[in-house]
């Protein structure tokens, strides 16, 4: 889908799914973008002193720089930012980054020109995109030193993605017969000084995490089937009574995809069984009766932080902001980015309870205490020799652990730097990195836990199962086969994690 990008409101799903990007040629449009651009030059020109336009930048905001001097200041701005640390961020994130950067410069409040939104569309349609280190930012002024990458590359320095490698802009530039751009005044800081990269980490981490948050209910459904449930906890009438719209859509999802099954029973049999059958229970556990009201939780807030995040794309959020319409020149913080950081923050601790609550129903899944019949780790083999899925448990368990002590809220970490000028920051880039991170830990979690309900299925039968349990059955094992001995099983978790990514349960 080709997006077209002018001052109007762009939604999340329009940026991933974006092939390419296209400037709007609008005539309202341009002279928007124009009018700012122009007024903002005009005031230049006079010698008025304008942060960062015609002064040093932060703590040296009080040095005077001449107008004949402001391109060169520009240049000095990304060169001494090219200090980014760590690993390098994904080519989807660095993607989504100058996409994102287009979208806040397009809203005519940072007295860009169009040449510099249009050279932005050229790295999106050429598929030239920078590399990004995804360290050293603390959120503000917004992320001055891994957006520095983005000016560096249009200006023709650094490194790029490009055909799958990485190579050095200049290279591909002069492949392809590409003058590097050269910055008018503010346009290199108008590029870095925003809340883009904390942006685009957090958006490419909720697309994955609402995969996984599906797909933990597929196997929350699963659950009630193979440990013979009681399908009471998500009747309509349960969650009416509590009426939460993330709860009321998990039980719904859950209610859903046990349709069918033959293994899972009511409330009314529980009761007529009572007496009959001294080891069940009248209720189940916590961690399947309970499961809608903690995955309707983590519902509510990734659809809060996915509207924070949103708005923020959809933010001017440089410094300073140029009102062409009014010939004003406002020096703020909107670069500050508390939402991204806030909304990251707490959807560290919905990750970290869905991965408390996984552990804890795989756990029931394996125990022959608990799993109603399913036998010591899920056993094929009565050979005493034979280990099941004991080992699988445990390295299952290890990964909720490492997801769930990398909680502690980023943003109360602020970190006073430039000469006390940045003294209260947001860490929103700490933040949406923390979140991200969780994120191979559940694809590992789920992989394991889904080869694990397979199993449950060998041994209750595939026709006692509901269609929709029986199709993720039927896709888990045309990679995986059943576990009759012991074998190593690493290779098995990596090939379920390619169908887990690509929402092959849900």
């Known amino acids: 889908m080709k997006l077209n990008i002018d001052k109007r409101h762009i939604t999340l799903s329009e940026i991933t ?95 860009v020109s169009l040449n510099l939104l249009h050279r932005l569309e050229m790295l999106i349609e050429k598929d030239i995109i920078p590399v990004i280190p995804s360290q050293g930012s603390v959120g503000a002024s917004g992320d001055l030193t891994p957006l520095s990458y983005i000016a560096a590359v249009v200006a023709g320095e650094r490194e790029v993605y490009y055909k799958g490698e990485i190579k050095d802009v200049m290279e591909v530039y002069n492949e392809l017969n ?72 998990s039980a719904k999802n859950i209610q859903n995809k046990i349709q069918g099954s033959k293994l899972t029973h ?52 440089d410094n300073p902001l140029i009102d062409g319409e009014n010939k004003k020149i406002y020096t703020s913080g909107n670069f500050y980015g508390g939402y991204v950081a806030h909304a990251m923050d707490t959807l560290k601790i919905c990750a970290a309870n869905l991965a408390d609550l996984l552990d804890k129903e795989f756990a029931l899944l394996v125990d022959h205490k608990f799993n109603r019949g399913l036998g010591e780790n899920l056993k094929l083999s009565k050979e005493p020799f034979f280990h099941g899925f004991k080992a699988m448990q445990i390295s299952l368990s290890s990964l909720s652990a490492d997801v769930i002590k990398n909680t502690t809220a980023a943003s109360i970490h602020s970190r006073p730097t430039e000469s006390l000028n940045q003294d209260k920051v ?36 595939k026709d006692e199962v509901s269609p929709y349990l029986r199709n993720i059955y039927d896709e888990i094992r045309t990679i995986v086969e059943p576990l009759l001995e012991d074998r190593r099983m690493d290779g098995d978790i990596r090939n379920i994690k390619v169908l887990l990514k690509d929402a092959k349960f849900i």
């Open 426 to 461: 947001s860490m929103g880039t700490t933040a949406a990195n923390d979140f991200a991170k969780m994120m191979p830990d559940l694809h590992n979690m789920l992989s394991i836990a889904f080869i694990g309900m397979a199993q449950a299925v060998d041994i209750r039968g």
């Open 266 to 317: 009511g409330r009314d049999d529980r009761y007529d069984r009572f007496f009959a059958d001294n080891n069940l229970n009248i209720q189940d556990t916590y961690s399947m009766r309970c499961a809608p009201q903690v995955l309707g939780v983590i519902r509510d807030n990734l659809d809060i932080s996915k509207n924070w995040v949103e708005t923020e794309i959809n933010s001017v959020n």
């Open 178 to 249: 590409i003058t590097p751009y050269e910055f008018e005044p503010k346009e290199a800081l108008a590029i870095m000084n925003g809340t883009t990269i904390m942006s685009a980490i957090a958006l490419k981490a909720i697309q994955e995490f609402e995969v996984i948050l599906d797909s933990m209910e597929s196997y929350v459904s699963g659950m009630f089937e193979v440990l013979l449930g009681d399908d009471t906890p998500v009747a309509d009438f349960v969650h009416d009574s509590k009426p939460f719209s993330g709860q009321i859509t």
């Open 17 to 111: 799914n974006a092939s390419c990007i296209e400037i709007s040629n609008n005539e309202e449009f341009t002279k928007f973008i124009n009018h700012t651009h122009d007024f903002m030059m005009d005031t230049i020109k006079q010698g008025k002193p304008i942060y960062g336009i015609t002064t040093g930048y932060g703590d040296a905001g009080r040095n005077y720089v001449n107008y004949e001097d402001a391109a060169k200041l520009q240049t000095n701005l990304f060169r001494f930012h090219g200090c980014g640390i760590g690993v390098n961020l994904s080519y989807e994130v660095c993607r989504y980054a100058v996409i994102c950067r287009t979208i806040s410069l397009s809203k005519a409040r940072s007295g």
